[in-house]
Every structure is written in structure tokens, then in C-alpha cells.
């Protein structure tokens, strides 16, 4: 049985946006595009609309690009038990409120037994 592997947003930026000049994300950029090539075929993937959505925004050209990526995967159903999750998340300081996404992504996943989270 494949590992399941929950992509979120970040990981899906990296792959589809320009190079970029600053080296840290250069580097994040350079470690997803190999993974992607390498390795990705080894897992079953999985997105949220939460990740839909994000994905979505912004300029629309670049929004394409990502959504197009987001395609083959598998769309998960955000349940109350998400929701109530990332709200205990944030209520015990795991992640600040400013990361309220961040914590429903981690739900998500968690509660769809998923062991990964692609950032």
C-alpha cells in the first residue's frame, strides 16, 4: 500500500512559480521540483478546498498553473472533526491564530489518518 502524502498550498507555490532570486527559496524551490520528478509517483495525493482555494487566488495566470497541478490529486472533505481539531490546535498554542489555516490544513490531514504534509 502507497504512503498518502497531503499537499498543501506551499508545496504546490514552489513547484509552479518563477525561479527566484533569493536563495532560500531558490532552495525550497529546487528541493520541490525534485521531488516532484523523483518521487512523487510513489505516493497517492490528497488536497483539500482549503488548498483549492488558496491555490486559486492571486494572479491568474499563476492561479492556472497551480490548479492545473492540483488536478490529479484527491479532494478530501473538510469534516467538523477538521474544524474542531485546528480550533484545539490553536487554542493550545500549537500554532499562533495568525496560522489558522495552517492548523485546518494539519487537521486534515490528521483526521484522514495521513502521516505527510507537503508544505
Known amino acids: 500500500m502507497r504512503q498518502r502524502v497531503y499537499v498543501e498550498t506551499s508545496f504546490v507555490s514552489y513547484l ?66 477538521a474544524f474542531v481539531l485546528a480550533q484545539e490546535l490553536l487554542r493550545k498554542g500549537a500554532l499562533p491564530a495568525k496560522a489558522a489555516d495552517d492548523a485546518l490544513h494539519i487537521a486534515i490531514a490528521a483526521t484522514q489518518s495521513i502521516k505527510y504534509l507537503m508544505t
Not at 533569493?22 to 532552495?27: E, I, N, R, T, W
Not at 521540483?33 to 488558496?54: A, C, M, P, T
Not at 491568474?60 to 478530501?76: G, H, K, P, S, Y
Open 16 to 81: 509552479t512559480s518563477r525561479p527566484s532570486r533569493d536563495l532560500v527559496v531558490a532552495g525550497h524551490q529546487q528541493i520541490t521540483h525534485d521531488w516532484w520528478n523523483k518521487r512523487q509517483h510513489g505516493y497517492d495525493l490528497f488536497i483539500s478546498q482549503l488548498v483549492l482555494d488558496e491555490a486559486g487566488a492571486g494572479d491568474a495566470l499563476a492561479a492556472t498553473e497551480r490548479l492545473d497541478v492540483l488536478q490529479a490529486m484527491t479532494l478530501l472533505q473538510t469534516t467538523n472533526e
